[in-house]
């Protein structure tokens, strides 16, 4: 599976950005989605993940209620709209696909990712 991430940039804080992962090669719907970030001189956390339907989805408590993750089985991509962004959440955003629970979050129970997309969200 290759996975495209984009939808970066930057935005000041309190404002909205919407991130999209599109994924080739393999059926997209086989597997769980996940979005991850890494802010500079920190190690990769969890985001959110979704279920292979969309059905389910679970969320860092860092940014409950003000992300959403979001997929389409048809059109394949996976999204995450992130709205009331704050300083702290600048951060390189990476899309992952994995065959395992759609719980999960940690990096191991993911089999592939994308490249990453800088989010910057200024004072």
């Known amino acids: 599976v290759q996975l495209q991430a984009s939808g970066g940039g930057l935005v000041q804080a309190g404002g909205s950005l919407r991130l999209s992962c599109a994924a080739s090669?393999?059926?997209?719907?086989?597997?769980?989605m996940g979005w991850f970030r890494q802010a500079r001189g920190k190690e990769r956390e969890f985001v959110a993940s979704?279920?292979?339907?969309?059905?389910?989805?679970y969320y860092a408590d860092s940014v409950k209620g003000r992300f959403t993750i979001s997929r389409d089985n048809a059109k394949n991509p996976v999204y995450l709209q992130m709205n009331s962004l704050k300083p702290e959440d600048t951060a390189v955003y990476y899309c992952?696909?994995?065959?395992?629970?759609?719980?999960?979050?940690?990096?191991?129970?993911?089999?592939?990712w994308g490249q990453g997309t800088q989010v910057t969200v200024s004072s």
């Open positions: 992952a696909a994995g065959s395992g629970f759609s719980s999960a979050d940690e990096e191991y129970e993911y089999d592939y």
């Open positions: 979704i279920s292979r339907s969309g059905g389910r989805t």
């Open positions: 090669g393999r059926t997209f719907s086989n597997y769980v």
